[in-house]
Nanobody, 131 residues
Framework: QVQLVESGGGLVQPGGSLRLSCTAS????????IGWFRQAPGKEREGVSC????????YYADSVKGQFTISRDNAKNTVSLQMNSLKPEDTAVYYC????????????????????????WGQGTQVTVSS
């Protein structure tokens, strides 16, 4: 059974950092592209970052380039998202997701209709940036 579990969210002050983790079970994570997505209150879910299968190439939305870093730890079957210099507008529920057809190149600007048919999602982790 494919399962993704996010962790690491919380409350942080503006300018602070958080590291989110997405741990997989039921499959070998480095065989799949893994995407991070977020949904802010009152807004549509959007693609944030993605790491490709095998070669581990990272992809980022323009809004988080230079601020977020995605990485993969094959030994732990985990993909992490290091988030620095956090802003109130980064407040959202963050999800990781994957399926065998996920293309990282599409994640940063993925249409909602395409995003919602991604096969496997974690339950999400809340990130709140507030003073």
């Amino acid at each position: 059974q494919v399962q993704l579990v996010e962790s690491g969210g919380g409350l942080v002050q503006p300018g602070g950092s958080l590291r989110l983790s997405c741990t997989a079970s039921g499959f070998t994570l480095d065989h799949y592209a893994i995407g991070w997505f977020r949904q802010a209150p009152g807004k549509e879910r959007e693609g944030v970052s993605c790491i490709s299968a095998n070669d581990g190439m990272p992809y980022y939305a323009d809004s988080v380039k230079g601020q977020f870093t995605i990485s993969r730890d094959n030994a732990k079957n985990t993909v992490s998202l290091q988030m620095n210099s956090l802003k109130p507008e980064d407040t959202a529920v963050y999800y990781c997701a994957t399926d065998e057809d996920l293309e990282c190149l599409k994640v940063p600007n993925m249409a909602l209709s395409e995003l919602m048919i991604i096969g496997s999602w974690g339950q999400g982790t809340q990130v709140t940036v507030s003073s």
